[in-house]
């Protein structure tokens, strides 16, 4: 059974950092992409950033470049979003993702096959 279990959420205040985890199990996510959407309450799930492969193609949202980095343990079968600078719009639940597609709209919900349950963020002002 595949699992993908976010951890690291939490209540912080605009400009701390925060690092959320996403451990893998029941197979190796070493030659999927690895992505990260979030969920704001009444709002669509929306695409934070992605890392292809084994960590060389990273790509980000707009609104988090700059702020936010992927990184990818293959060894441990873990991918982090280390999160920094945060602001009160970066509220929401956080998803990992995975697929085995190799080509596609990294940008879209339908690329991915696995989901995390996901974790709360809440930054507040």
């Known amino acids: 059974q595949v699992q993908l279990v976010e951890s690291g959420g939490g209540l912080v205040q605009a400009g701390d950092s925060l690092r959320l985890s996403c451990a893998a199990s029941?197979?190796?996510?070493?030659?999927?992409?690895m992505a990260w959407f979030r969920q704001a309450p009444g709002k669509e799930r929306e695409f934070v950033g992605v890392?292809?492969?084994?960590?060389?193609?990273?790509i980000y949202a707009d609104s988090v470049k700059g702020r936010f980095t992927i990184s990818r343990d293959n060894a441990k079968n873990t991918v982090y979003l280390q999160m920094n600078s945060l602001k009160p719009e970066d509220t929401a639940v956080y998803y990992c993702?995975?697929?085995?597609?190799?080509?596609?709209?990294?940008?879209?919900?339908?690329?991915?096959?696995?989901w995390g349950q996901g974790t709360q963020v809440t930054v507040s002002s």
């Open positions: 890392t292809a492969w084994s960590g060389g193609n990273t």
């Open positions: 029941g197979r190796s996510f070493r030659g999927s992409a």
């Open positions: 993702a995975g697929s085995d597609y190799i080509s596609g709209n990294y940008y879209s919900t339908t690329f991915y096959q696995y």
